[in-house]
């Protein structure tokens, strides 16, 4: 599953890391501020990650969505003129956030907050639909 969202991500992204664990082979940074944040600890790691490198921006994915879309991030980002962020409806670790929002989360979870459409819905992202909707494995079961 982690290789084929790394595929996915790699063939879009100027880099790839893999937040909150470490696995061989990959790029691994451990999540921010500390473990059991969940996804927001990981989105954190990737923002100030982003920032410190000097990217714009952050496209999030868990490792659970083997379908992700090669395109992903033109889809998320809207026209030039739109710089919200933009997150999967139905998967909202799934998205694309500017950079420069890593200190606006630092503040959020801060405040002990640590959902996700939580901060989503603080920061205005814009939510995209897929039609059909991207798979979420949680099982083997899940899997076509």
């Known amino acids: 599953m ?3 969202a790394y ?3 790699n063939a879009q992204c100027a ?3 893999l937040c909150g664990r470490n696995e061989p082979g990959f790029t691994c940074v451990p999540d921010r501020p500390g473990p059991d ?3 927001l600890g990981g989105l954190n ?3 100030h990650y982003a920032a410190d490198k000097g990217f714009t921006h952050v496209l999030s994915a868990g490792v659970d969505t083997p ?3 090669r395109d992903l991030a033109q889809t ?3 026209d030039e003129t739109d710089h919200t962020p933009a997150i999967v409806q139905s998967q909202p670790v799934i998205g694309l956030w500017p950079a420069d929002m890593a200190h606006t989360l630092d503040a959020f979870l801060s405040e002990g907050e640590r959902a996700l459409y939580g ?3 603080a920061v205005h992202a814009r939510r995209i639909a897929f039609d059909p909707p991207l798979m979420n494995v949680n099982r083997p079961s899940d899997l076509p």
Request: hydrophobic letters at 55%; aromatic letters at 4%.
């Open 119 to 121: 901060f989503a819905r």
């Open 45 to 47: 790691t990737a923002l």
């Open 7 to 9: 595929e996915a991500l």
């Open 67 to 69: 379908d992700l879309p």
């Open 76 to 78: 998320l980002s809207g």
């Open 37 to 39: 944040l969940g996804p």
């Open 15 to 17: 880099a790839v890391i």
């Open 2 to 4: 982690i290789d084929c």
